[in-house]
């Protein structure tokens, strides 16, 4: 692809003083824009996308100039070069794609209403006012804006207002200058909406905002985090934040989940605000996307990715330090237990499948950019590669480095390897020696371990799961073993080390790689060293034993290890669980259901076996919460209920219903920590248009998005055609179901076998549609991501071909297209050669 032409190269941008005039009514907005920089030519670019350009002038004379709609870009021609100042009049349209200036929409009181803001990440700056939309043309902002004002809104910006007096004369906002920033964080909201504000012991004000349809007390929690987490980040990289305010908006409707604008962050309201009514996982969830957004403060704004192919830079940093703040903060949470049941396996298993992206990407076009922010590698492999380097290194010269980073680079923009070289000079390690062939390499090793005639050899392969070519890459893989006497590194292809059985003596417990779990890899372990270490499996720590289920489970995925034998390996864990343990075995199970068909002899002994697995976890924790139980049993608890209810435990079942019954008037009112497996009991056993009728109007007039996301999800276990049709007609009533979850819904209903044709069906039809609302989201590709990650028949493999092939042209989806159509095909493969050997091992 022809590489897009960077306009700083002629144009260095100092300076925006902008003012916007927005017509809600009319969904329209005009304006002015002053840019003060240099022209380093007499022939410059702007980009622009959709607005109408009135005029041009420089020192109030009119310059030539011409619109370049295809190219997003309007070219002016100057008498001078040098240091100037263009003043530019334009207007444009206010559309509901979500990106640029949009609105966002919502009910209170039983008015409709809307909030107008901003997406500007990451090229849409351009749709809102002419300028250099690049992350290196760093510039600061004056923004004043004017709108159809009504009592009590307000407008909220990246800085404070300024001149209150007279904007109470003109009704003009105007907000201080802006520290210099790269386009796409300039920010703004305005509606009616009110806020809760707090000080950091810096001084800094911290305010949470949202629409009055939320209570102010959904605002508390997410106040006290952004609080601290400041206060954390302060002093763990010992540099200052460095603007006077961090407001935090939630937003009716937003693509993605947050965005880090620089002192006015915008996010989805479900990862915002918290309910009274609310689970641990939710507000963790909450506070680990506060956390990340504020890590974007100094990585990502203060310091800035000078193009886009390093966009790692940003999210994968913000994404590691998200579990190291909020661990800080609430210890007792063990929040890196999110990210080894969620993130890890994630990364692990589309890591795995060739063609996959590696971390660090060229980016030749910015319509490249959105298929570069796939949360399984620019967010989930990134972090954990950042945890394997900061426990490589040690926290204290990781932290040392990184103040020497943001120190040197403040206010203007990097490359990694500048990160790399402050790293390496605060450690005194070869960072980039370490680093570069896991960011330049796509995938991970997989360690194999095994002994012959008193030899440990270690070796190491890429690791596939489906076809692939191996290009024999090599990872200098760090070993982290439990025992002394072994290598802190493996370079190589294979590594033998002799006299194992001394070794064994000088250590204690069965050797293990890869402690903590913290480096991208996999270990594979011969039959000796694997049945060691199940030997001691009750000495394990839950980390260990997450590991060790993981670990097996992808490998049988690749067809390296029989996936029989995870039947007789979580068969060991009838007892009590912790919550890792009881995630890694639901992902087990949830692998094992492909095998087996619905209405099969076996399929019933493969419920009984689950049952068997998780009731005493169940009878344990019951459905009531307890005045001393902990976040991690109210998760086990969710897993457990969720998992004997779809296996047809009758005990569960009846409970369930009995609860259901209690809360019937007021379902919202059902304690969250067991909302979501009650509906859903409540769908799969009890289902009747009554109840459909019920789940649809709480979906519609519900403020809590966690309890959307719970009835979507039982209304998708659905075995009635007409609640089926009525889904359907729902997808395009913005009024019922927001775009931005339209993915979600599509997930849910993918996952179900009497759903799943005729949603599939569904998204075929109607793809122009789904292309016209969703186009510009980042969910978009996630229609073709969700089809291939459930897919298993032959039949479908052919129809996602046939439909998706023809697309491979388009840059948005046209990786995930390719890497699509080779896991159909690996799971169908897998299906095929294990599928006998499962069920026998069900018969017996």
């Not at 000495?539 to 097996?552: A, G, I, K, V, Y």
């Not at 248009?689 to 659905?718: K, P």
Request: glycine share 4%.
């Amino acid at each position: 692809m022809k590489a897009v032409e960077h306009l700083i190269k002629k144009f260095v941008p100092e300076n925006y003083n902008i003012f916007l005039d927005i017509n809600r009514k009319e969904k329209t907005f005009s304006g002015n824009v002053a840019i003060t920089g240099e022209a380093l030519d007499n022939v410059i670019l702007l980009h622009q996308k959709d607005l109408a350009i009135h005029s041009i002038l420089l020192d109030n004379e009119a310059v030539p100039y011409q619109v370049d709609a295809d190219n997003e870009t309007v070219r002016i021609e100057l008498p001078i070069t040098g240091v100037m100042t263009l003043v530019i009049e334009f207007s444009g349209q206010i559309t509901d794609n979500m990106t640029g200036i949009y609105p966002s929409y919502y009910t209170h009181e039983g008015l409709k209403k809307e909030v107008i803001s901003t997406q500007f990440e990451s090229h849409f700056a351009r749709e809102a006012f002419p300028c250099i939309d690049e992350p290196e043309a760093k510039a600061t902002f004056d923004l004043s804006i004017k709108f159809d004002q009504e009592s009590d809104e307000i407008v909220l910006s990246n800085m404070p207002e300024i001149n209150i007096d007279l904007r109470q004369e003109t009704g003009i906002w105007t907000f201080d200058t802006t520290p210099r920033m790269s386009s796409y964080l300039l920010a703004f909201a305005l509606g009616d909406l009110h806020g809760l504000t707090a000080k950091t012991a810096n001084g800094t004000e911290v305010g949470i905002f949202a629409t009055k349809a939320h209570p102010s007390s959904s605002l508390e929690f997410a106040l006290d985090i952004a609080v601290r987490a400041i206060e954390f980040y302060e002093n763990y990289f010992g540099v200052k934040y460095p603007i006077p305010q961090s407001y935090h908006i939630g937003l009716p409707d937003f693509s993605s989940g947050a965005m880090e604008n620089w002192g006015l962050v915008t996010y989805r309201e479900i990862y915002l605000l918290v309910d009274q009514n609310s689970t641990a996982e939710s507000r963790q969830q909450v506070a680990l996307v506060i956390a990340h957004e504020l890590a974007h403060q100094w990585f990502g704004n203060l310091v800035t990715m000078k193009w886009w192919d390093d966009l790692w830079l940003n999210e994968s940093f913000a994404n590691m330090m998200e579990y190291v703040c909020v661990d800080a903060l609430e210890p007792e949470w063990n929040i890196f237990e999110d990210f080894q049941t969620v993130g890890v396996p994630n990364a692990l298993k589309r890591d795995a499948t060739d063609g996959v992206q590696s971390v660090h990407v060229e980016v030749n076009h910015p319509d490249e950019i959105n298929t570069l922010f796939d949360p399984a590698i620019v967010y989930a492999k990134g972090s954990r590669l950042m945890h394997m380097l900061r426990r490589w290194l040690g926290d204290e010269a990781f932290r040392k480095g990184l103040r020497a980073y943001f120190e040197k680079h403040q206010y203007s923009n990097t490359v990694g390897r500048d990160l790399w070289d402050a790293l390496s000079e605060a450690s005194g390690k070869d960072v980039a020696g370490f680093m570069d062939a896991w960011l330049e390499q796509p995938g991970y090793p997989v360690l194999h371990a095994r002994l012959v005639d008193d030899q440990l050899i270690l070796s190491q392969e890429q690791f596939f799961i489906g076809e692939a070519s191996d290009k024999e890459r090599l990872w200098p893989i760090p070993l982290n073993a439990n025992w002394s006497g072994l290598p802190e590194i493996l370079n190589e292809k294979e590594l033998v080390i002799e006299h194992y059985s001394q070794l064994a003596q000088a250590n204690e417990g069965a050797l293990r790689f890869n402690t903590e779990n913290t480096a991208h890899y996999i270990t594979f372990y011969d039959d000796q060293l694997f049945a060691d270490l199940v030997a001691q499996v009750q000495e394990l720590d839950n980390t260990s034993l997450l590991q060790l289920l993981q670990e097996r489970r992808l490998l049988a995925e690749s067809g390296q290890l029989a996936y029989a034998e995870l039947l007789p390996l979580i068969s060991k864990f009838t007892g009590k669980k912790s919550f890792m343990v009881a995630e890694a075995i639901r992902q087990i199970v949830m692998g094992l259901k492909r095998f087996v068909e619905e209405k099969s002899p076996e399929n019933a002994a493969f419920k009984r076996s689950v049952i068997a697995i998780f009731h005493e976890d169940f009878s344990h924790l019951g459905f009531e919460k307890t005045a001393f139980e902990t976040d991690q049993d109210e998760m086990v608890r969710q897993i457990a209920l969720t998992q004997l209810i779809t296996m047809g435990s009758s005990d569960v079942i009846e409970q369930a219903h009995a609860i259901f019954q209690n809360h019937r008037s007021d379902i919202s009112g059902l304690p969250a920590a067991i909302r979501r497996s009650i509906l859903l009991n409540e769908m799969m056993y009890f289902e009747s248009q009554e109840l459909v009728e019920l789940f649809f109007e709480t979906y519609i007039h519900t403020r809590d998005n966690n309890l959307r996301s719970e009835l979507a999800f039982a209304l998708s276990h659905t075995t009635q055609e007409d609640t089926l049709a009525r889904i359907f007609d729902s997808f395009t009533n913005k009024d019922i179901i927001k775009p931005q979850d339209l993915s979600m819904w599509y997930r849910f209903l993918l996952a179900r076998p009497f759903t799943q044709t005729a949603v599939w069906a569904w998204a075929r039809d109607n793809w122009s549609w789904i292309k016209g609302a969703l186009g510009g989201d980042m969910s978009f590709d996630k229609f073709v991501i969700y089809p291939a990650n459930e897919f298993r028949t032959s039949q479908l493999l052919q129809e996602y071909k046939a439909f998706f092939e023809p697309q491979l042209t388009d840059m948005a989806i046209s990786r995930n297209i390719a890497m699509g159509i080779n896991e159909i095909q690996a799971r169908l493969t897998l299906i095929e050669a294990q599928k006998p050997a499962v069920l026998a091992q069900l018969k017996a």
